[in-house]
Antibody
Framework: QVQLQESGPGLVKPSQTLSLTCTVS??????????WSWIRQHPGKGLEWIGY???????YYNPSLKSRVTISLDTSKNQFSLKLTSVTAADTAVYYC????????????????WGQGTMVTVSS | DIQMTQSPSSLSASVGDRVTITCQAS??????LNWYQQKPGKAPKLLIY???NLETGVPSRFSGSGSGTDFSFTISSLQPEDIATYYC???????????FGPGTKVDIK
């Protein structure tokens, strides 16, 4: 059974870089058929998709965050990572990593497995 | 980019009631819509994919329908464990963007 676990600092200073890692267990991150995504949720608010990476290394980011986001893959460690630069208080949120599975139904995908989430606070 | 709206933003219903939430996309997204349930302090859980397909292991009281720009999600008989916030989520391939609706909070009356 595939599980995802986020890790990283819970407190980041303004203007610095937020770095999080998602460790995948129970399955290989190199397997085809999945996008590996980051999603965040501001306190008391809805969900915001940040971006994804495919096993080929190809990425796609939310246009609203694109200039500050990098998602990378480490297949040797079965991990993928998020870097968000120049953070402000507006980046305070719970950050989730999630697996997006390509379904057999034509073109369908869905976030079927999620990490538990990690709270990141941006504050001096 | 595609904007998603959901209504209502919150609702209160009695155990056993039929509950329906709607989700509207700003442009045609075919069937590219999923529904998630999120309980406080927990990660979202996939309930419905591709607008109307029930995820494995999800109770059959949950259902989804719609295509194009208008979608609905129904709980046929509300149970106490269904108290949660429900989100619709759209996905596209050109460009490959994803986005969530603002959510609908469901409470027991």
């Amino acid at each position: 059974q595939v599980q995802l676990q986020e890790s990283g600092p819970g407190l980041v200073k303004p203007s610095q870089t937020l770095s999080l890692t998602c460790t995948v267990s129970g399955g290989s991150i190199s397997s085809g058929g999945y996008y590996w995504s980051w999603i965040r949720q501001h306190p008391g608010k809805g969900l915001e998709w940040i971006g994804y990476i495919y096993n080929s290394g190809s990425t796609y980011y939310n246009p609203s965050l694109k200039s500050r986001v990098t998602i990378s893959l480490d297949t040797s460690k079965n991990q993928f990572s998020l870097k968000l630069t120049s953070v402000t208080a507006a980046d305070t949120a719970v950050y989730y990593c999630a697996r997006e599975e390509m379904r057999m139904v034509r073109g369908a995908t869905a976030f079927d497995i999620w990490g538990q989430g990690t709270m990141v606070t941006v504050s001096s | 980019d595609i904007q998603m709206t959901q209504s209502p933003s919150s609702l209160s219903a009695s155990v056993g009631d039929r509950v329906t939430i709607t989700c509207q996309a700003s442009q045609d997204i075919s069937n590219y819509l999923n529904w998630y349930q999120q309980k406080p302090g927990k990660a979202p859980k996939l309930l419905i994919y591709d607008a109307s397909n029930l995820e494995t292991g999800v109770p059959s009281r949950f259902s989804g329908s719609g295509s194009g720009t208008d979608f609905s999600f129904t709980i046929s008989s509300l149970q106490p464990e269904d108290i949660a916030t429900y989100y619709c989520q759209q996905y596209d391939n050109l460009p490959p963007e994803r986005g969530f609706g603002p959510g609908t909070k469901v409470d027991i009356k």
